[in-house]
């Protein structure tokens, strides 16, 4: 369990992480996830110990990260998988990390096995392909077979094959128990790998739901309606009291409503249509919205924030807030 | 013991390097053959010299005349041991395996020092041994006096000189930033204090000129240096014990 309480970080006049507040929780893959420069990394590195938070605190099972003997047996991270000496291959890379920590060397071979780099295990890292970095820096997240993980952007830079892989890890590594911690800035991956999910802008928490939660929350549905006859379409919908919006293609969308009313009015009135079918919002829309709006409350701290739940028109992510919230 | 752990650790990194092995023996080398070559100079113009130079001639001090060059290499060792590990960015992956700063960053120096000093010993003794061999009939003898703690002052010597480089490199982190400091400063400036006289009284303090003391046998005729050659150690370890600190206290307080 990691407990991040008041977590604050600041260089200089900009807050890179802004009082967060949240519990990663055992046996589940918590998905953490926010635009680039959100606050990702630098919680994460504050984690680990690496960066001082400039006020707050962050537990791993009650206890700060230096407070823990042989760290790497109790939480294994892959933060930067470039943080690795080029001129060392990757056995002793690994090596000198399980030393450290008294692990034994068996259990680097046994790391190189799982992660498929066997074969290289004598070559220098700096020869590593971003693949196989990334592999790398996953044995040495996994060297002390420890009870919480934590990815940085795992699956950056992978091919499908390597994407696939990870995915299926972290699932693994869940399933046994483990706490997973897992940062992303795609909402698609996330939806794919996560439990939970805890959603940052601006160094700011906008969201700490499940992953189910919030699927239903944000998954917005809609009917797109398509006529050749669009004017006089428009005109019996608004008559039968059903909103309507207009985008572009000539294409209707009718907000959340359902394909068979549509379908059968139209009928009625003998207009013919060329599309009807119901549509789901992407997650990655929601996602959108949800931190355009910490742009905003940050640009205006008078509007109100923490409208992100509502629905919004459809268009363009973030239409809504430049009518004017 | 994390501190043995630690230990273990860092001699896995510090021989996994290549780095560690062209500094090293980059210094023994030019120590050695560059004491060798003054050695031979020193032996071929020796009927030459004025009978107060032939009185004056530390033959031990010449056989290390290689070091002002081969400590350079001792500098780049010191500095790359520590800085290495902020150039490659491996300094985030090992303090997340070892938090506790203070056992990382004196576990590190322990295993170079260590290494430093057998190295330094080694290139010591030997400039000595094949210094006085090229010097034939007007050599030192180990057993004459002061001679052995000239030679074991060297090796010491050596090994504070990649102690000082780390301390700053440890300051400093980049390798490019801490050599660009080290280098002229240990090549050049100390040198120019040293020798102007206007600055001279200055110039001895500096951990070079104050610890180099030590390889001194015979003193030049107008010694007037206010330290023996323990003081002048002594005066080096200050440095030393001055830029380690500095380096722990910066590491302990910065982000990595």
Redesign the interface.
């Known amino acids: 369990m990691i407990e991040l309480e008041g977590l604050t970080k600041r260089y200089d006049e900009k807050l890179a992480v802004n009082n967060l507040t949240f519990t990663v929780r055992p046996g589940v893959v918590t998905g953490f996830l926010g635009p680039n420069g959100a606050g990702k990394s630098t919680t994460m590195?504050m984690v680990?110990?690496?960066?001082?938070p400039t006020s707050g605190d962050v537990r791993i099972d009650g206890k700060r990260?230096?407070q823990?003997?042989?760290?790497?047996r109790y939480i294994g991270?892959l933060?930067?998988a470039?943080?690795?000496?080029?001129?060392?291959?990757a056995f002793?890379h690994l090596?000198?990390?399980a030393?450290?920590?008294?692990i034994p060397a068996a259990r680097v071979h046994e790391v190189l096995d799982t992660v498929g780099l066997t074969g290289v295990a004598r070559k220098k890292a700096k020869g590593f392909s971003l693949g196989m970095g990334q592999r790398l820096g996953i044995a040495?997240a996994l060297l002390g077979d420890p009870r919480i993980l934590m990815f940085d952007e795992p699956v950056n830079g992978l091919d499908p094959e390597g994407i696939h892989w990870i995915r299926t890890l972290m699932k693994s590594l869940a399933a046994q128990g483990r706490t997973v911690f897992v940062s992303s800035h795609l909402m698609s991956e996330m939806a794919l790998t996560a439990d939970h999910l805890v959603v940052i802008g601006q160094g700011r928490l906008l969201a700490d739901t499940s992953m189910a939660d919030f699927i239903a929350k944000n998954s917005r549905s809609y009917v797109r309606v398509r006529s050749p006859q669009r004017e006089r379409l428009l005109d019996v919908l608004h008559e039968a009291g059903i909103t309507v919006v207009e985008t572009g293609g000539g294409a209707l969308e009718v907000d959340g409503g359902k394909a068979e009313p549509i379908g059968e009015l139209a009928a009625r009135h003998q207009i013919v249509l060329h599309e009807l079918s119901l549509q789901q919002a992407s997650l990655e829309e929601a996602f959108m919205r949800l931190t355009a709006q910490s742009v905003e409350y940050h640009a205006h701290s008078e509007a109100p924030g923490g409208t992100w739940a509502q629905p919004v028109p459809r268009g363009e992510w973030g239409a809504d807030w430049k009518k004017g919230a | 013991m994390?501190m043995a752990?630690?230990i273990?650790?860092?001699w896995?990194?510090i021989r996994?390097?290549?780095?560690t092995v062209w500094t090293l023996s980059a210094a023994l080398v030019v120590t050695v053959a560059l004491g060798m070559l003054i050695s031979a100079l020193t032996r071929r113009e020796f009927d030459s010299m004025s009978p107060r130079d032939r009185l004056t001639l530390d033959p031990t001090f010449i056989s290390f005349a290689g070091m002002s060059l081969g400590q350079l290499a001792m500098i780049v060792f010191g500095v790359l041991v520590v800085s290495?590990?902020y150039s490659?960015?491996?300094?985030?992956?090992?303090?997340?395996?070892?938090?506790?700063r203070a056992t990382f960053l004196f576990g590190k120096i322990t295993v170079a020092t260590a290494l430093a000093l057998v190295v330094g010993m080694a290139t010591s003794f030997l400039a000595f041994f094949l210094g006085q061999a090229v010097l034939g009939p007007h050599g030192a003898r180990l057993g004459d006096p002061g001679v052995l703690r000239a030679v074991v002052g060297g090796g010491l010597y050596m090994t504070l000189i990649a102690m000082f480089s780390m301390g700053i490199a440890a300051m400093l982190r980049s390798p490019m930033l801490s050599l660009g400091v080290l280098m002229p400063f240990f090549f050049l400036i100390s040198n120019i204090l040293g020798n102007v006289s206007a600055t001279k009284k200055i110039g001895r303090f500096l951990p070079d000129q104050a610890g180099s003391r030590i390889l001194q046998v015979v003193p030049g005729a107008a010694d007037d240096t206010p330290y023996g050659p323990w003081g002048g150690l002594g005066i080096m370890v200050l440095w030393v014990a001055a830029a380690l600190i500095g380096g722990y206290a910066l590491l302990k307080?910065r982000?990595?």
């Open positions: 590195r680990l110990g690496l960066d001082h990260y230096d823990i003997e042989d760290p790497l991270a933060l930067d470039k943080a690795v000496h080029g001129g060392r291959s002793n090596l000198c990390l030393q450290s920590n008294g040495a | 994390a752990h630690v273990r650790s860092e896995t990194k996994s390097v290549a780095s290495n590990e490659t960015g491996m300094i985030r992956t090992s303090l997340a395996a070892v938090p506790r307080q982000d990595a």
